[in-house]
């Protein structure tokens, strides 16, 4: 899991762009240091992290979209009246006091009998990408089909359910050899009346290759979809070393125990020139994060 998320994606700022410029300092520093060749045993899955608001929202509008990235509060749809320039009515009374009525703290609301690291998920109050590649572990076939991405909650909440992929690997085996991170999935929670309070598309891509002049820091997948039971394509946003434009496109599969785990991705930079990150993991784990039917 991360050490430390980065508070709000601030690199329109002068601040982001100096804890950017750590970031890269700390990176650099990791591949001066020498590495083990041989694969390191976690015992875990790599956790998928989510990024929740304070507090638990009303329920929403039906009408209401999936948000991208780390914002964690979907965006509804704007109505036809809205649309069109007409004044939009404001909330009755009666939902106005249900709204401050169920707005519960998330930290009241995880049960202590199902933690979210027994589902190999990691909550966060900020942004979900991490500063520094978090460093690749092996990831046992048992785990993977085990742990159901879902965790129940308290009243009035019911249950946080996460759909997608989640991955941290390297696809070369030599000492120092540079490692990626990312994540991308459909964040739900349902109430004790199973509507919807939160429904966000949440993730990042994180790959440092110096060797290439790449530093990415991508904290916006705003494309995640499915291409078959164990494969999922996505498409991330990103800076390089600050600079905009930037973009990491193409599929990561799950082996399941039959196949290596693999990444076939496209790097994309403003000039139009690509770079290539190929091959099957030769240190590292990628999960699919499936949401069993009747569960979400």
């Known amino acids: 899991m991360p050490g430390r998320f980065v508070e709000s994606w601030g690199y329109r700022s002068l601040g982001g762009a100096l804890i950017a410029l750590l970031a890269l300092g700390l990176a650099r520093l990791l591949f001066a240091a020498p590495h083990a060749a041989t694969q390191t045993d976690c015992g875990a899955l790599p956790p998928f992290v989510v990024s929740l608001p304070t507090e638990l929202p009303p329920p929403l509008p039906p009408e209401a979209t999936p948000s991208v990235g780390d914002a964690g509060l979907p965006s509804p749809s704007p109505s036809p009246q809205a649309q069109e320039g007409t004044a939009t009515p404001a909330p009755s009374a009666t939902v ?28 966060s109050d900020g942004a979900t990408m991490p500063l520094v590649v978090p460093e690749p572990c092996v990831a046992d076939e048992g785990l993977r089909r085990g742990s159901t991405p879902c965790v129940k909650l308290l009243p009035p909440a019911s249950v946080l359910c996460v759909d997608g992929i989640v991955g941290r ?19 739900t929670v ?107």
């Open 96 to 123: 106005a006091a249900t709204a401050v009525a169920t707005s519960v703290p998330w930290r009241l609301l995880f049960r202590a009998d199902d933690p979210p690291e027994r589902h190999a998920l990691a909550i």
């Open 169 to 187: 690997g390297r696809i070369s085996a030599a000492p120092g050899s540079p490692a990626f991170s990312f994540q991308a999935g459909r964040v």
């Open 190 to 296: 349902r109430d004790a009346d199973g509507a919807l309070r939160l429904d966000a598309q949440e993730g990042f891509f994180r790959y440092d290759d110096p060797a290439q002049g790449l530093a990415l820091f991508c904290p916006e997948v705003p494309l995640l979809q499915s291409i078959g039971p164990n494969a999922r394509q996505i498409v991330a946003l990103c800076r390089n070393f600050g600079v905009e434009g930037w973009a990491v496109s193409g599929q990561a599969t799950d082996g399941a125990g039959a196949a290596p785990d693999s990444v076939s991705f496209t790097i994309d930079a403003p000039d139009g020139s690509q770079r290539q990150l190929v091959g099957s993991l030769a240190d590292g784990a990628i999960v699919v994060r499936e949401v069993p039917d009747g569960e979400r």
